[in-house]
């Protein structure tokens, strides 16, 4: 079960802030293109310079921790997923505050009050 932490740790990360598109509306999975834009430039900047670091040997990943299933040769495919549960839930979180607050959206009329 030991090669399942990472993924456990990545699952709890997104149910816990997953909830608050439901619950306060945030629309960050209906505006799936937004998102995907968001998460598209760090993705990529950030899996490269994992596999740089992971290469040359500025850090490493417990492989009992990982599934063993490895990207571009060097990567456990939870690095990857990490770089998208992480901004995800941070948007997620951003987006909760603005709801909350009533803070307007970029695409959004401003309302009169």
Do not use: C, N
């Not at 740089?52 to 921790?65: L, Q, R, V």
């Amino acid at each position: 079960m030991r090669q399942f932490t990472y993924l456990a740790v990545l699952a709890f990360i997104f149910l816990g802030s997953a909830w608050l598109e439901i619950a306060l509306r945030t629309r960050v999975f209906r505006r799936w293109k937004r998102l995907l834009l968001a998460l598209s430039v760090p993705v990529v900047i950030f899996v490269i310079w994992d596999m740089w670091a992971i290469a040359s040997g500025h850090w490493s990943i417990d492989p009992e921790s990982t599934i063993g299933v490895v990207l571009f040769g060097i990567l456990p495919v939870e690095e990857l997923i990490f770089f998208l549960v992480v901004p995800t839930a941070s948007i997620l979180s951003l987006e909760a505050v603005r709801a909350v607050k009533g803070w307007p959206l970029g695409d959004e009329e401003p309302s009169s009050s």
